[in-house]
């Protein structure tokens, strides 16, 4: 399978009612859309069968919103686990009376500073 005869398989995956090659050639067709969508085959199947080539536009469209659901949750979450520990350390200064951010049995230089931070009573 390539790109050149990937419609022409999927075509007839459809028509002999091949379901395992017809979801390989449309993982591959999703995969591989910008070149297949300017191959012949693609050219002569959107004449002969435009409800395919709106199927699997549709179905590009799809999977293009998806990943971009899925690239933003997983940013979602990295930002949320950097939310959680700047918390933890705020809980940590907080509580324990911790002035100094970072490891506590590093040495510092003398050009470092440290943070410190006034608790507030009340």
């Known amino acids: 399978m390539n790109i050149e005869n ?10 002999r009612d091949a379901p395992q090659i017809n979801l390989i050639c449309h993982h591959f067709i999703l995969r591989n859309f910008k070149p ?3 191959s012949e ?13 709106k199927e699997i536009t549709e179905s590009v469209i799809y999977e293009d919103v998806a990943k971009k659901k899925r690239t933003r949750k997983v940013n979602e979450r990295k930002i949320y686990l950097q939310l959680y520990e700047a918390i933890e350390a705020l809980v940590h200064m ?21 943070v410190r931070m006034k608790l507030v009573r009340g």
Request: charged share 25%.
């Open 36 to 38: 297949i969508s300017s």
């Open 6 to 15: 990937v419609i022409d398989i999927f075509q007839m995956a459809l028509l």
């Open 94 to 114: 907080c509580r324990d009376g911790c002035r100094i951010i970072g490891a506590h049995d590093k040495i510092l230089r003398d050009d470092q500073l440290l």
């Open 41 to 53: 085959g693609w050219q002569i199947m959107k004449i002969s069968h435009p409800n395919l080539e």
